[in-house]
């Protein structure tokens, strides 16, 4: 079949439907945005990219209404817990069953020692619900949204003017062409939208090579659960899933096909002398701990979120987290950019602020991937760094940093909320009959739209809003704590303004931050 037109011109084209090109495509289609993703796969992909969630994206996902189903995932995933306990303890190993605990704790460079408790903010938490997991959750609510997902569409090309983007697909049948406004490349580390579109990809090279799989054990038992620095590397098992890890500090070999049942069981055997006797491999990859990131996260009419933005090795579960914030941040900007209310200044502020967000993130992972190399210097290292996580304020920073909690972006107030991502607060809100509701943050609409919280703040924050209804949703409300009068919050959930106790309300400040952020009032 020949080259053919698709319909006329989309709205927004998202290229991947993981979980970072679902995530945008959700928020897009909530804002009122009509959304095409296009899928290389023909079937979803089943290997573990990540075991768990962290607690920003956790408030992104609830704000769409996915609490629910959050929470039953990860029963079920902490089923998996408990059924793995009962066998250690059946089979004689209670020591190994208890150590299930420590596995179940968030690590560092392969040190399960992270403790929620004692980070900053504790009630912010990570949930146990495995990547392949939360695509089912994302993709069930984009058909609700309306969303067309299209497997089996794979990107070839692509070419760009000052009206839009065409986008060359090839698909089962033969090539098609689709038109869209703009294009957002989530489609990872190989991402085809960042080569077509020619974003410079600098970087450092894999000094490591590690090999995965979702597999069936003749006996669990034969492995102890958890991370292990071992003398050949480290091996990994379980994490709540059935998945067989191992790293070797090696440069990666060029050529590999796909990841085999007999390469994976020769490199956990290499790494930790066990001949772990593997029954079926439902699937299997490979990753480095290769780091690389594009200078800009736009270029026209396209952009990039995710890995096709940006990569790393994949310690610690930061990836997945990133990503999914990273399409939250992007989203009601170009909803904002299609509505006509915002100019390309708005969705330039996406690269400026997650970028940064995402150097740090590099760093960290290289951090990481040094502490947990084999040799005797690291493994000093390793042990030192072990005892410094028994201190509270390097704790509580290490802890922090591996959940993004010290996430602020610069918005030019020296205000310290102002640029972090609000957790989701408990509100009193007045209904309909005049009673009083106590509702979460996350409770409330999700259509795009950003939220003026008033609480004893008097009228005049909302008689400045007024000119910005329907882009802006003011909420009076009770809070939980007496530290702010008012705040206004971006989609995102980014903290754009606040009324602090004792501040004078002034029509000047908090008109300003509408305006910046929400366009010019429309009266």
């Not at 009206?163 to 062409?177: C, N």
């Not at 077509?196 to 659960?225: C, E, H, K």
């Not at 800009?296 to 987290?321: F, M, S, T, W």
């Not at 909690?405 to 408990?426: A, F, H, I, Q």
Request: charged share 25%; net charge negative; glycine share 10%.
């Amino acid at each position: 079949m020949g080259n053919r037109e698709s319909e006329g011109r989309l709205p927004v084209l998202v290229a991947g439907a993981g979980p970072v090109g679902l995530m945008a495509a959700c928020e897009l289609a909530s804002a009122g945005v009509a959304v095409t993703v296009l899928e290389e796969r023909t079937e979803p992909d089943r290997v573990l990219k990540a075991g768990s969630v962290g607690p920003l994206a956790i408030e992104a996902l609830e704000r769409l209404g996915l609490h629910d189903e959050l929470v039953t995932a990860e029963q079920a995933t902490m089923a998996g817990y408990a059924q793995m306990a009962e066998e250690l303890t059946a089979a004689g190993r209670p020591e190994e069953a208890s150590a299930l605990d420590k596995a179940q704790r968030e690590h560092f460079a392969g040190l399960e020692k992270i403790d929620a408790s004692r980070r900053s903010d504790p009630g912010r938490r990570r949930m146990r619900v495995p990547q392949p997991v939360l695509v089912q959750i994302l993709l069930r609510k984009a058909g609700q949204l309306g969303v067309r997902v299209l497997s089996g569409h794979a990107v070839e090309g692509l070419t760009q003017d000052a009206e839009g983007v065409t986008v060359d697909v090839r698909t089962g049948e033969g090539a098609v062409r689709f038109e869209a406004a703009y294009l957002l490349g989530c489609d990872g580390r190989d991402s085809a939208v960042r080569s077509a579109a020619g974003f410079a990809f600098p970087g450092t090279a894999p000094t490591m090579l590690g090999r995965q799989g979702v597999v069936s054990l003749a006996d669990p038992t034969q492995i102890p659960p958890g991370i292990h620095a071992v003398e050949g590397g480290v091996v990994v098992w379980g994490l709540g899933v059935d998945r067989v890890a191992a790293l070797e500090f090696i440069e990666p070999p060029a050529g590999l096909g796909p990841l085999t049942l007999d390469e994976l069981h020769a490199a956990v055997r290499r790494v930790s002398g066990i001949d772990l006797d593997i029954i079926e491999m439902k699937a299997g990859g490979r990753f480095t701990d290769e780091a690389r990131h594009v200078p800009e996260y736009r270029k026209g009419r396209v952009l990039l979120a995710g890995d096709a933005a940006h990569i790393h090795a994949p310690v610690g579960g930061q990836g997945l987290n990133y990503g999914l914030i990273d399409a939250v941040n992007v989203a009601w900007k170009l909803a904002a950019r299609l509505h006509g209310w915002a100019g390309d200044e708005l969705l330039d502020t996406y690269s400026a602020e997650r970028h940064p967000q995402a150097e740090q993130l590099l760093d960290n992972t290289r951090a990481q991937t040094a502490l947990m190399r084999p040799d005797s210097h690291s493994r000093a290292l390793r042990t030192l760094f072990e005892r410094l996580l028994e201190l509270d304020d390097a704790h509580r920073f290490i802890g922090d940093m591996m959940a993004a909690l010290d996430t602020r972006y610069e918005l030019g107030d020296e205000d310290p909320l102002v640029g972090t991502l609000c957790p989701d607060v408990k509100l009193a809100v007045p209904d309909d009959s005049a009673d009083v509701a106590v509702r979460r943050l996350a409770e409330l609409p999700h259509d795009g739209q950003g939220v003026l919280l008033t609480f004893d703040a008097g009228p005049l924050p909302v008689r400045v809003a007024d000119g910005w209804t329907g882009r802006v949703r003011v909420v009076p409300a009770v809070a939980e704590r007496d530290e702010v009068r008012a705040m206004l919050l971006r989609p995102d959930g980014c903290v754009a303004w606040v009324l602090r106790p004792g501040a004078d309300p002034t029509d000047d400040s908090l008109a300003a931050a509408l305006c910046r952020w929400f366009g010019q009032p429309a009266h």
